[in-house]
């Protein structure tokens, strides 16, 4: 026993597979004990068992398997999770327990079996048990058709499908086992029981005396309906009434339901093999149908009836044969032959069925006219023959032939025509007979009442009864509305006798179904339509009709309860009834009227009524009113009070209170009363006669209105206007058709006679006077909005001014909705509006389809053009063509009747001559348009042949091809395409063109049907192998259409589908079917409610092309769906495709309505958190996938269910795509509302994005983006960040959708990524992007280094993720890449990154292979060529990133503002900067309280600013208490969020926008000029001097070449800028902050600006260089003076170098000396703060760059003597001290500043000491020079420099400098020899110099350049740098002089007053640098921004606005002229210079 303990511990689940059978059965006997007591059917506990069950009934112990058996049927019975063991289950049943020997086993096994069907596993079961019946073993056979057969009786024919039992039954009766065919006896009997006869055919030829049997059991079968017993989980009400029935033991009606639905459901024409016939016609046939004796025409004709005996025929081309047999019919004069060909017909139609359809309308017309005849055989053999034909077709599609037969003479064809429409309309339901259809019918039938032949009067009460007891009373009675009361009740009374043919069921509505499950066959011939004899009957007119009905025992199907009320007015439209008695009375004679209206009004009031005076008529009327107000409704007599008021002076009553009293008691009496049409009539005239009156004319409207509620609009409009358009007042007419505009918004526009009214517009239109026109044109306006475009139709002839203001009006009315109706409903009973305005709504679109005067183009389509449309020659051809082109076109609408043209126009199709292939389908395009919906009739015979064009190798005939069949299928609806096997046939068709185009086709149109023809499931056979196409696209298509065909075929049907494939595909297939079931799309909501709504609500407007033939197809094929799409491809907004889109659902239960009111986002404290931790510990799936898997969905889906509202949860994870794009819109509602909401579930919305990306819908997608650039908006608007697991779970699938081949989507993606850098730091956005560019789509690849290129550009190399050199490295290798743009896309990104980084792109990039290298160069240069295009490429390639300079209307859809900060959003107007108002509240204002409660992140693009109070900014030095945020200790007073703003505006100074820069430096220039706040400029100085110098840059390079600029913007410019710097170089402190890099380039700047030759040609050119050169002077005097110094030397370093290589003109290196000399005459003050050992550093690479050799070779001396005097300077201040300052030179053997400086000491030493002061002035060398040099010839030179134009200020200081040191000099004899105004000129300007340099307080030193220096060294320099100086001419000296020295003296007074603050500057000292270079002012703006990451990932444009890039700024310290070639051999020079020095 010890093992048998071991299992007894072992848990249940691992009992039962234990190998010991005594385990396995205590384990089943356990699992049978837990499965009947868990009560949860979906606990867990089911799942273990999931495997195990197929283990329980294959059991190898007997014992063993029947108890797990017995715990399997248990497991089945309670498990929420049963259904998926169903196969294996029911395999091992069949197989494993049927061949048991005990019985039991095997009822349990049934048992099983019928569980599962219960479980609605039924197909699979019955599949099973079909394959049980191919076993071998004899008792599994008999076992399956037992279970088969119980599965019948007990679920009924209506679960179990009796097709595939049916066909296998015969060889069942063949079997050699007796058990099986005495089974298969009972099953037949038991199948018979279900249904009936039908069950004949198929059992027709199997053994004569086992038939015999059968039938003697047939004949026992009880005639009673059997029922169904048991019932499927999803039929539990149906139980319950069963149940309740059971307990009455009554036979209660309702009961019926289920087994009236199974009775149709086999149809035997389905059980039969079809018959090819047309093949097995005589070969003589078409010759003896034409014979001239009658003979051979019948032999032929008795051929062919033979061989349409067979029921049911092979689909062919029976065009001929039908062409024979109605020619037959038609012309052949022996009668006995027309009554053949007819039976012919008749089985032709019955055999093909819906394939016959095609002929129909030819045939039709023929079989009417030939009722002519009086025989009745032959008129007997033509009603079966029309009979079977209407069985193939619509009502609709032959409508027009019966009514046009109706008017005929002869009354035998009237009369037969109406029984005819009698029969059909049986066939009909309320949905197959609209009121478009009912109304010409009724209009002829009512004709045919008034007949003189009694049998036309009779047949046409038949037929009108008929429609009476189908459509129900509210349908029909408006068309009766004339018909006397005798009429009226004989039609009543034949539709009940109609209602007595179907037993007791209520009516046609009734049996109309009947038709419907066998997918519309023929319902007429019920039970056996095979059955000869039986269908004969049930055609036969009259009687024996019921008789047919009755004994084929085929109770008809229950119609919707809604249609059911046919009894006369109970039922749902009861309150229909007894109205329309209302509506009408008869008239009352005046007594009468006098004496009820005495009853009811007091005496007096009746006496005064014709009162001479008009006080006592005013005091009657009082009266009057007040008796009506106080009477009840029932007892008010209305027509005798209005008769009473229309009394003598009635309605011409003079006093106009008296008649306004009048008027309103009219509209009192038609609210309160019974007010009917007849009293209408009375008043009516009175009111329109007072409607233009300005007194009496509110109340006369105020009436009418009052009318049109009680007799409804429609009628009372019609009078009214009438009314209106007989008389002549033109006040009238315009209020009249006033009222009518804004009665129909009032009312609706249900059942309005548009014609009616058209033609009274018209009349109004052509009217004189104005206002009659204006009020028929905004009449015109509020039809439009029901009526939609083609209302313009009617109007095409009007006058070309007049058209334009109907179109202006339309103009108006487009995109606006219907308003919803708020009158005219509350007489019509709730049930009336709800069923009936669906057809209402499209009846108004199919009235004005059905207005349109269409000609008969039949007569113009002669023999003559068809031959000629059938010509050999194809011009000829081409003229048919061209004919029936212009036929068309004159007749813009056509009847149906076009003769002989579809036969010629298919030939046409398949033309050699493609051109005229193309004409014929433009032809057919234009023929749908023109015919509307009739042109149904000709789907079959050239819509398909169209079709087949698809397939043509040619793209531009393909396109035409589809436009043609997309043009049919709008007017046809899809039903007529899809019914039968033409499309099938198409699909089957080997060719990958026509495979792949209809498909599209299919997977395009299928989503928007309801429901679609049986026939559908004859294309999935050909669908799976286009499955298996070997051509791509067929594949891929045929893969799309796939979820369509299941959405309506179901799963079950798509998989037995695959039974007939190879056991490889049909593996391949299920799978593709598995993916497709999970995007399988729900089918679209019936729209009947929604419609209703939609009469008023979302413009029907929109759908009329569709609804317009809704109607036809009857409401299952047709729904608002495909509006929908029109509807947006017609620019719907989106709001108004929200509102529909919320519409379709029909009718959602109020509990819903409810919930969708609240919040649609929960929000769940800590949930985000929690899931975040849950993900991070693994405990859920990780976002992570290729393609998302289900379980991704569904943990998304529980995670969700918390924090989202239930009902929006299902939308989002429906499985149709409209009902994502739904779910986007609600979300897009909610955005802004819900913030919080939104925030919370945010990581959930990203999610649920991702998966959308995966969808293949775009409009999903587009919907998608959209929604996430709101989004993003909104999140940077609240400062929000990404973290890291929603950017992970997102960022990738965002960049799976950058490669997309759409350009909208691409462009969207791409704006989202920018807007992504506001929400999360680019530089973790790079990694993200680089992995992109590894994706296999090409497309992917280029955007994402594009998008990379952008991010360096914005932000700088620091985005450059690990680290810059390998990203780079990782962006070069795709410079290789196959893919062209891929490669560019990479170039382009490098040299982006080289125009920010220079040369040191190619170190980081390392190794390239030649070619990409040389690439790569090239692309360089090329960039380099064309500076100035630099900005405009910023601008124009990537508008995403300045979307405001991209004036691209194109984009301005997609949210103008793309990348602005989303407050700036929306309004922006793009070209322009200019900013509307409402968006940016206070401008741009920086206000601290917003700043501080931001997150110190302010992103926007500037708009144009307006002045800026910057005042707030500083509130924080005053006001040093925190707000909200605490902040942290360490800070400084200044907070950083000023700084954060002050960076924004200093990045805003570098704009490409002048005006945008403007603002930024007057704001700057503010914040300086103050003193208490120019300190928060402290540490930002470096940063504002390098944009001021980008922006220099930026004008020389660009603007000034910019042709377009003003120039006077350019100066402006140069002013702001000038401006903004002497402020801030007046201010010492921050002067000192500036470092030697950034000063170099600003001192290179400013030199150039002064070199510029095109500044100077500028109207104020002299000015702006005057304000530099003082600018200069102020940076010399104000700066840190070691970074000045040092900064010059380098750059005079700098361009020495470069004018030895010709790259600049030696003036610039003289400018910079000159600053030198400037700066050692300012040595003596400032010795003692300069850092010597850096400018000796500095002077040591100098002099190692440029030895004393190679400076004497120079053509200038001015450089050595320049350098030789500055350390002659240092060496005279210091002393031998000097020596100790070369600390910081590693080797002071490479230059020989050492051995110079030790010369100069010495020689300094062996002087007597006493320094000459001009050596302290550093000019001793010129001193020397001087006093050898003859004076003469000093003082001629200096004269000839003032006489000169140019150097005349330089000469004046010269000779100041001269006189003051030679005083006794004698300058008269130069002066003598001169003009006067020229001795008055010098005298001038030497007293000018002197007060000048007397005046510097501070500095005693002259301000110009030492003029002894000048007067021998300076050869004619065109610029000096002294304060006085600028390019004055001559002749201007006077006032400019003295305007210079003005403006000296206040900058002077300026300088003085600044507060001199002596804190040491921010930037260090630099006192031991590791760098013995000075870093150019790019890498000082790198290490700056670096500082600043954060704050430039949040700033979108602290990129300077990429002016790094503008400046061709390759070389950052060189924007000269020159090429940027020779920048880019500068800077390699430089970098060999800085490697050299480091040694």
């Known amino acids: 026993m010890g093992d048998d303990s071991e299992w007894m511990k072992l848990p249940i689940d691992q009992k039962c597979e234990h190998k010991l059978w005594k385990a396995r059965l205590n384990g089943y006997e356990e699992a049978l004990k837990l499965f009947q007591k868990i009560d949860d059917e979906k606990s867990p506990e089911w799942s273990k068992y999931l495997g195990l069950i197929k283990k329980f009934v294959t059991d190898s112990n007997a014992v063993a398997q029947l108890k797990g058996l017995e715990a399997a049927l248990a497991y089945v019975e309670n498990a929420h999770v049963a259904g998926k063991t169903t196969g294996e289950v029911a395999s091992g049943v069949v197989n494993k327990v049927f061949n048991q020997p005990k019985a039991r086993a095997k009822e349990l096994g049934e048992d099983i079996c019928l569980m599962y069907i219960e479980i609605e596993k039924g197909e699979a079961i019955q599949e099973e048990l079909l394959k049980g019946l191919d076993n ?199 009668v006995m032959l027309v009554a053949l060909a007819a039976k012919c017909l008749a089985g032709l139609a019955t055999g093909l069925r819906k394939k016959f359809g095609q002929y129909a309308g030819h045939v039709v017309p023929t079989i009417l006219e030939k009722f002519k005849e009086k025989k009745p055989q032959v008129v007997q053999a033509l009603q079966e023959a029309i009979d079977a034909i209407f069985l193939t077709t619509t ?388 039809m439009y909005l029901y009526v939609g475009p083609s209302l313009r139709m009617f109007f095409e002839d009007e006058k070309p001014a007049l058209l334009s203001q109907i179109d202006a009006e339309f103009e108006k009315m487009q995109g606006q909705t219907a308003p919803a109706p708020t009158r005219g409903i509350s007489r019509h009973s709730v049930g009336g509006v709800d069923d009936g305005e669906e057809e209402e709504q499209e009846e108004v679109g199919n009235d004005v389809v059905d207005l349109l005067p269409r000609t008969d183009i039949g007569d113009k389509i002669t023999a003559e053009l068809v031959s000629k449309i059938g010509d050999k ?157 070997r051509n791509g696209d067929v594949r891929k298509k045929a893969q799309d259409a796939l979820p369509f065909f299941m959405m309506h075929l179901g799963f079950e049907k798509m998989a037995k589908a695959t039974g007939k494939l190879k056991p490889t595909s049909k593996d391949q297939v299920l799978a593709m079917l598995e993916k497709a079931k999970a995007n399988m799309p729900a089918k679209p909501a019936p729209p009947a409610k929604a419609s209703s709504r939609v009469v008023g609500g979302a413009a ?275 410079i290789g890449d196959r893919d062209n743009t891929v490669r560019n896309a990479a170039l382009n990104t490098i040299v982006t990154v080289y125009n920010v980084h220079g040369d040191q792109v190619f170190k980081l990039i390392g190794n390239l292979s030649e070619k990409d290298m040389s690439m790569l160069e090239e692309r360089i240069k090329r960039s380099a060529k064309r500076p100035s295009s630099a900005p405009v490429r910023q601008a124009e390639e990537k508008p995403q990133r300045t979307q405001s300079i991209s004036a691209n209307t194109s984009m301005m859809r997609k949210g103008q503002a793309e990348d602005m900060s989303s407050k700036l959003n929306q309004n922006r107007n793009m070209g322009s900067h200019s900013e509307t108002a409402h968006t940016v509240p206070r401008e741009f204002q920086l206000d601290l309280d917003e700043i501080e409660n931001d997150n110190g992140t302010v992103r926007c693009e500037m708009p144009a600013l307006v002045q800026h109070k910057l005042d707030d900014i500083f509130e924080p030095v005053l006001i040093p208490e925190p707000k909200i945020r605490a902040v942290s200790p360490h800070f400084d007073d200044m907070h950083s969020n000023t700084a954060s703003t002050i960076n924004f505006v200093i990045s805003q100074v570098a704009s490409g926008d002048i005006n945008t820069s403007i603002q930024a430096l007057t704001q700057i220039d503010e914040v300086l000029k103050q003193e208490d706040k120019a300190e928060a400029m402290s540490g930002h100085i470096d940063q504002f001097l390098i944009a001021t110098f980008m922006q220099l840059r930026l004008i020389y390079n660009t603007h000034m070449a910019d042709e377009k600029l003003d120039k006077d913007e350019i100066v402006r410019l140069y002013s702001c800028i000038i401006g903004s710097m002497i402020t801030l170089f007046q201010i010492e402190s921050l002067a000192r902050e500036a470092s030697t890099g950034v000063l170099k380039d600003l001192m290179h700047g400013l030199i150039t600006l002064m070199l510029d030759s095109r500044v100077e040609d500028l109207e104020e050119g002299e000015q702006v260089i ?35 290589n010709l790259e600049v003109a030696p003036k610039f290196s003289e400018l910079v000396m000159k600053c030198l000399w400037r700066m050692v005459r300012l040595l003596p003050e400032t010795i003692n703060s300069i850092n010597l050992d850096r400018i000796l550093l500095d002077i040591h690479i100098f002099m190692k760059v440029f030895p004393k050799e190679k400076l004497k070779q120079c053509k200038s001396e001015f ?157 004619a320099s065109t610029h000096t740098v002294s304060s006085s100086i600028g390019n004055t001419n001559g002749e201007e000296v006077g006032p400019s002089v003295y305007l210079e020295r003005l403006k000296i003296l206040r900058q002077r007074c300026g300088l003085d007053n600044a507060k001199q603050e002596d804190r040491p500057p921010l930037t260090s000292l630099l006192s031991k640098p590791t760098l013995p270079t000075v870093a150019s002012s790019t890498d000082m703006l790198h290490s700056k921004l670096s500082q600043l990451r954060e704050s430039r990932e949040q700033y979108q444009h602290l990129d300077l606005d990429s002016n790094q890039t503008h400046s061709s700024g390759i070389g950052t310290t060189l924007a000269s002229p020159s090429s940027a070639a020779a920048n880019i051999d500068d800077l390699k020079k430089r970098l060999e210079r800085i490697k050299s020095s480091r040694k």
């Open 1759 to 1915: 450089p050595i003597r320049t350098l030789k005097t500055l350390l002659h300077t240092l060496c005279k201040l210091k002393g031998p001290k000097i020596l100790d300052h070369l600390t910081m030179i590693d080797n002071k053997n490479e230059s020989e500043l050492e051995a110079h400086l030790c010369r100069v000491v010495k020689h300094s030493m062996d002087q007597t000491g006493k320094a000459d002061k001009d050596t302290e002035k550093g000019a001793s060398r010129i001193e020397e020079k001087a006093s050898k040099a003859k004076v003469n010839d000093i003082l001629a030179e200096i004269f000839k420099k003032i006489g000169s134009k140019e150097n005349t200020k330089e000469g004046l200081a010269e000779l100041y400098e001269y006189k003051k040191k030679y005083s006794d000099a004698d300058i008269e004899p130069f002066l003598k020899n001169s003009s006067q105004f020229f001795q008055s000129y010098v005298e001038r300007g030497l007293r000018l110099i002197e007060t000048e340099r007397e005046g510097k307080g501070r500095i005693a030193t002259s301000t110009g350049i030492s003029s002894q220096m000048e007067g021998t060294c300076v050869p």
């Open 1100 to 1374: 029907p407007a929109k759908f009329q092309p569709t609804s317009a033939f809704a109607d036809d197809l009857g409401s299952n094929t047709m729904e608002s769906k495909p509006d929908l799409k029109k509807a947006k491809a017609g620019g719907l907004s989106s709001k108004t495709k929200g509102v529909q889109g919320k519409k379709v659902p029909s009718k959602p239960n109020l509990k819903e309505d409810d919930d969708k009111s609240g919040p649609i986002f929960i929000i769940v404290p800590n949930g985000k958190e929690q899931r975040m931790k849950e993900e991070k510990a693994l405990k859920v799936l990780k976002w992570n996938f290729t393609t998302p898997r289900d379980e991704y969905i569904e943990q998304l889906k529980t995670q969700m269910s918390t924090c989202v509202a239930k009902w929006l949860q299902d939308e989002m994870f429906h499985a149709d795509f409209q009902h994502h794009n739904k779910a986007l819109a609600v979300m897009i509602e909610h955005l802004e509302s819900e913030k919080d909401g939104v925030i919370s579930c945010l990581d959930l919305i990203l999610k649920w994005l991702t998966l959308r990306f995966f969808d293949t819908n775009t409009s999903v997608l587009m919907k998608a983006l959209e929604y996430l650039k709101l989004l993003f908006n909104l999140l940077s608007q609240e400062e929000y960040h990404l973290t890291e697991n929603e950017a992970s779970s997102f960022i990738p699938y965002l960049i799976l959708k950058v490669g997309e081949p759409k350009d909208v989507i691409r462009k969207d993606v791409r704006a989202i990524l920018n807007r992504m850098c506001f929400i999360y730091p680019a530089s973790k956005m790079f990694p993200f992007i680089m992995e992109g560019t590894k994706s296999k789509n090409s497309k992917q690849r280029a955007e994402c280094l594009e998008e990379l290129g952008c991010l360096v550009e914005s932000y700088g190399m620091n985005v450059c993720q690990p680290t810059p050199g390998k990203a780079l490295k990782e962006m070069a290798t795709h």
């Open 395 to 782: 009502l609709q599609n032959i409508s027009e032939d019966i009514l046009a037969v109706m008017d005929n003479k002869n009354p035998t064809i009237k009369q037969q025509t109406s029984l005819f429409i009698a029969r059909s309309f049986r066939h009909c339901t309320p949905s197959t007979l609209p009121k478009s259809l009912l109304k010409p019918f009724c209009a002829a039938l009512l004709k045919h009442i008034n007949d003189s032949a009694p049998e036309v009067r009779d047949a046409g009460f038949e037929a009108l009864g008929t429609a009476l007891k189908v459509a129900g009373e509210k349908a029909v009675n408006p068309f009766l509305a004339d018909v006397d009361k005798l009429k009226l009740d004989r039609i009543k009374e034949c539709a009940e006798k109609v209602e007595l043919v179907y037993g007791k069921k209520p009516g046609g509505a009734a049996e109309k179904k009947e038709g419907k499950p066998v997918a519309g066959k023929a319902a007429a011939l019920p039970g056996p339509a095979g059955d000869k004899e039986t269908k004969d009957a049930a055609t036969k007119p009259g009687p024996p009709k019921k008789a047919s009905a009755v004994k084929a025992g085929v109770p008809p199907k229950k119609g919707k309860p809604a249609t059911a009320a046919g009894t006369g007015g109970a039922g749902a439209k009861g309150k229909k009834g007894p109205e329309t008695k209302e509506i009408f009375e008869s008239e009352l004679s005046i007594e009468v009227c006098e004496e009820k209206a005495a009853a009811v009004l007091p005496a007096s009031c009746i006496q005064q009524l014709d009162s001479g005076n008009w006080k006592e008529r005013l005091a009657c009327m009082e009266e009057f009113q007040k008796a009506v107000e106080l009477m009840e409704r029932s007892e008010m007599p209305c027509q005798a009070l209005v008769r009473m008021l229309a009394k003598k002076p009635g309605w011409k009553e003079t006093n106009f209170q008296v008649m306004q009293m009048k008027l309103h008691i009219v509209a009192l009496i038609a609210q309160k009363g019974n007010f009917s049409k007849t009293s209408a009539q009375v008043v009516l005239d009175g009111l329109v006669d007072k409607v233009g009156d300005v007194k009496c004319g509110t109340n006369a409207k105020e009436a009418m209105t009052a009318i049109a509620e009680a007799c409804q609009l429609p009628w009372t409009a019609e009078q009214l206007v009438a009314m209106a358009f007989s008389q002549k007042n033109p006040k009238n007419q315009s209020e009249t058709l006033n009222w009518l505009a804004n009665a129909i918004k009032e009312f609706g526009f249900s059942g309005l006679n548009v014609k009616a009214f058209i033609s009274n517009v018209k009349t109004a239109l052509a009217a004189t006077n104005p206002a009659v026109r204006t009020s028929a044109i905004t009449l015109l306006g509020v």
């Open 1666 to 1700: 005057r304000s530099v050169n003082l600018l200069v002077v102020k940076v010399l005097e104000k700066s840190d003076q070691t970074n000045i110094l040092s900064a010059l030397i380098v750059l005079l370093q700098d361009s020495l170098l470069a004018t030895a």
């Open 136 to 334: 071998k073993n004899p008792k599994i056979i008999v076992a399956c058709i037992e279970t088969l057969r119980k599965a019948l009786s007990e679920f009924g024919s209506k679960i179990i499908s009796l097709k595939p039992i049916i066909k296998v039954l015969p060889k069942l009766f063949e079997s050699r086992e007796k058990a099986v065919r005495d089974e298969a006896k009972l099953l037949a009997v038991e199948i018979y029981r279900w249904i009936r006869d039908a069950l004949r055919p198929p059992l027709q030829n199997i053994n004569s005396v086992q038939l015999k049997e059968l039938e003697e059991e047939w004949i026992k079968v009880s005639s009673a309906a059997p029922k169904q017993t048991r019932f499927l989980r999803s039929q539990q009400e149906l139980k319950a009434k069963f149940e309740q029935q059971q307990g009455l033991g009554g036979e209660a009606d309702g009961g019926d339901d289920d087994e009236e639905e199974a009775v149709p459901q086999v149809d035997a024409y389905e059980l039969l093999e079809a018959v090819e016939i047309l093949s097995k016609l005589p070969k003589d046939f078409y010759e003896k149908i034409e014979a001239k004796k009658w003979q051979e025409r019948k032999e032929a004709l008795e051929a062919v009836e033979l061989l349409v005996k067979n029921p049911k025929l092979e689909s062919g081309d029976y065009a001929d044969l039908v062409k024979a047999l109605k020619k037959v019919v038609g012309k052949d004069t022996n």
């Open 873 to 1029: 020659n194809w011009k000829i051809r081409k003229e048919g063509l061209d004919e029936v082109t212009s036929i068309i076109n004159e007749a813009k609408f056509i009847q149906p009747n076009i003769g002989e043209l579809p036969a010629a126009l298919k030939g046409r199709l398949n033309d050699s001559n493609k051109i005229l292939v193309q004409q014929t389908l433009s032809i057919l395009q234009q023929l749908a348009t023109a015919m509307g919906p009739n042109i149904k009739q000709y789907v079959k015979n050239l819509g398909i042949p169209v079709i087949t064009v698809l397939g043509d190798s040619k793209n531009n005939v393909r396109a035409a091809a589809l436009a043609t069949v997309n043009a049919w299928a709008e007017q046809t609806g899809m039903k007529e395409w899809l019914e039968g096997e033409d499309l099938s046939e198409e699909l089957k068709k080997e060719n990958p063109f026509l495979r792949q185009e209809l498909l599209g086709w299919l997977a395009e149109k299928l989503p928007a049907l309801r429901s679609v023809p049986s026939d559908l499931l004859l294309c999935v056979p050909h669908l799976y192998s286009c499955l298996e196409d």
